[in-house]
């Protein structure tokens, strides 16, 4: 029996990811040029929505993508997307967190402060804080933390810091339990990206205490 597949529309009526090709179909007749592809699975497809079609598609054409970024070839941020940040002060120190939109600015959530914490360990609770929210509301807004080190963790499912528990931060590392624990009970296709923030600036969600 074969499995469905997605279908990423990079260039149609309305770009997006489709779970049938009927839906993909009717967003492609008509439009010249148009650019998609299917995908084995709906984490895939999102992946390849948010990242240049040029990764997965040889286009003839030499003229750039209008949102490709022509000294990078990255493509700009979605502005329909949730930003998350950390702020520490110190390492370890004071630590406190918060999700905004993107597009907006406007906060979503901001949590803190906790004591004795680390930044890799904010955004990482960050991070799981908006897949949670999001799963709850049955939102997949993509996510962008400019911390690579939380973004491995998220997806290894595991924090692993080597600051050590207290009784300072014991309450902070109930938190990395729950989300942990969080991150193996609940399948997610929400994308988590990197910001890139040599190239586009400081991430929205910024404390603006550098």
Request: glycine residues 6%; charged residues 25%; proline residues 5%.
């Amino acid at each position: 029996m074969s499995k469905n597949k997605f279908y990423v529309v990079w260039k149609g009526k309305q770009p997006g990811v489709y779970s049938s090709w009927e839906e993909c179909k009717s967003q492609i007749d008509g439009i010249k040029d148009a650019v998609y592809k299917s995908f084995h699975t709906e984490q895939q497809a999102h992946e390849a929505f948010n990242s240049p079609f040029s990764n997965y598609i040889k286009k003839k054409s030499s003229s750039p993508r209008k949102n490709l970024d022509q000294k990078s070839g990255l493509l700009q941020p979605i502005p329909e997307s949730i930003s998350v940040d950390a702020a520490c002060s110190g390492n370890p120190g004071m630590l406190e967190y918060r999700g905004v939109y993107t597009r907006t600015g406007k906060e979503i959530f901001h949590q803190g402060p906790f004591q004795n914490g680390t930044n890799n360990i904010g955004e990482f609770l960050a991070i799981v804080h908006a897949l949670a929210l999001q799963t709850k509301k049955n939102t997949s807004f993509p996510i962008y933390s400019d911390s690579a080190t939380a973004i491995k963790w998220v997806k290894t499912k595991k924090a692993k810091t080597k600051l050590k528990e207290s009784p300072e931060n014991k309450y902070l590392f109930e938190l990395i339990e729950r989300a942990e624990t969080w991150l193996e009970q609940y399948e997610y296709s929400i994308p988590v990206l990197k910001w890139e923030t040599e190239i586009w600036g400081e991430i929205p969600a910024d404390f603006g205490r550098k």
